[in-house]
């Protein structure tokens, strides 16, 4: 009796095994091959950093539509470059963001559109930047403020040390 329980334990065990394999292979074949996300697959060693950078093709503002407010109360005419928004696009799963490199431009709106599973934070604390990731697709909008080089993070428990980390330069 021992020894069919013991049989059909490792029975158990081997099948769990199995659909364990086949569910995380299938999840990574998912991301490797999904062409609308524009992003390596994860555990890639090479992770191309993304440079978001003005359209050049952007004119100014004429100077009769632009104006700027100064500390008394007058208007001044001003010329003005409006940086259009760029959008990047960011897979956040188990333990891992990719890609794990950005590259900004400070005062340049940005629009991210996460591709999420899990329950995550989007946390860049220098920028007062922290989003929960709980849904399939979110999106953040934020301009970068401040110039220099931070860390982006998940915030949940143990997530950060795991991992789930990346580098955010934002250039002048």
Sequence with gaps: MNKII??????????????LFQSSSQQEEAIETSPQLGVPAPGQ?????MIVTPDE???????????????????????????????????????????KVLTLIKDQPVKIIFQNTGTHTFTIKELDVNLRLSESSVTL?????????FEYYCAVPGH?????????????
């Design 6 to 19: 013991l049989i059909i334990i490792i029975l158990v065990a081997i099948a769990g095994g199995y659909f």
């Design 45 to 49: 060693e090479l992770v191309p950093e």
């Design 57 to 99: 093709t952007e004119e100014p503002l004429p100077e009769d539509e632009a104006a700027v407010v100064s500390l008394d109360d007058q208007v001044q005419p001003e010329k003005v470059t409006t940086l259009s928004v760029k959008e990047i696009k960011i897979v956040s799963d188990n333990l891992f963001f990719t890609p």
């Design 141 to 149: 909008e934020f301009t970068p403020s401040k110039s220099g080089i």
């Design 160 to 172: 950060r040390e795991n991992g789930m980390f990346g580098s955010l330069t934002v250039k002048e």
